[in-house]
């Protein structure tokens, strides 16, 4: 069974910085592309990061770009999002998402979600 668990979400002031992660069980995670997306209230899901399944490429969204890193521990099957200079329109749900291509089939997973919540 595939478990994605977040953690690290909180309450910080903008300026601050916050670093969350997802722990990944039940697959073979260095075969995993991963990334992070987020939800605000009444709003849609949007992309945040990716990170290939070896780490050597990243990508990020416009609006996080220079601010966020996305990185992973393949030995430790952890991702993680390091958050800085943080503002109150990066409050949302952030989830971590696991994919990956076999036999011509897209398999995705998807991590409950942790809360940041960045105040002004």
């Known amino acids: 069974q595939v478990r994605l668990v977040e953690s690290g979400g909180g309450l910080v002031q903008a300026g601050g910085s916050l670093r969350v992660s997802c722990a990944a069980s039940g697959l073979t995670f260095g075969t995993y592309a991963m990334a992070w997306f987020r939800q605000a209230p009444g709003k849609e899901r949007e992309f945040v990061a990716t990170?290939?399944?070896?780490?050597?490429?990243?990508y990020y969204a416009d609006s996080v770009k220079g601010r966020f890193t996305i990185s992973r521990d393949n030995v430790k099957n952890t991702m993680f999002l390091q958050m800085n200079s943080l503002k109150p329109e990066d409050t949302a749900v952030y989830y971590c998402?696991?994919?990956?291509?076999?036999?011509?089939?897209?398999?995705?997973?998807w991590g409950q979600g942790t809360q940041v919540t960045v105040s002004s």
């Open positions: 998402n696991a994919r990956t291509m076999a036999m011509g089939t897209i398999r995705a997973y």
């Open positions: 990170i290939s399944w070896t780490g050597g490429s990243t």
